[in-house]
């Protein structure tokens, strides 16, 4: 059974600096395209940062030059280190893995961390 765990979520004081890590089990993780999306209450879930099998990263305006993310296909994890944090960027973050095949969509979620951004 496919499993995507996210790790490294809390509280932090605006400016601060948290790593979130999703490790993934039971796929073949290298041919995956890897996201972290979030969503803050009573807002939709939104792309945060990407990174394609390929390792071509893509971002969110709002988190550029903030956020990095990166993957480790020997650990079969992603990351998703995240600087100058601010207080809307207070939301729970998922993990996802998608694969496009020529006649399928695999697409696997985590369940999420929370990330809180407050003095």
């Known amino acids: 059974q496919v499993q995507l765990v996210e790790s490294g979520g809390g509280l932090v004081q605006p400016g601060g600096s948290l790593t979130l890590s999703c490790a993934a089990s039971?796929?073949?993780?290298?041919?995956?395209?890897m996201g972290w999306y979030r969503q803050a209450p009573g807002k939709q879930r939104e792309l945060v940062a990407s990174i394609t099998s390929g390792d071509n990263p893509n971002y969110a305006d709002s988190v550029k030059g903030r956020f990095t993310i990166s993957r480790d296909n020997a650990k079969n994890t992603v990351y998703l280190q995240m600087l100058s944090l601010k207080p809307e960027d207070t939301a729970v973050y998922y993990c996802?893995?998608?694969?496009?095949?020529?006649?399928?969509?695999?697409?696997?979620w985590g369940r999420g961390t929370q990330v809180t951004v407050s003095s």
């Open positions: 996802n893995a998608r694969f496009s095949g020529r006649r399928s969509t695999y697409d696997y």
């Open positions: 039971e796929i073949t993780f290298g041919i995956y395209d």
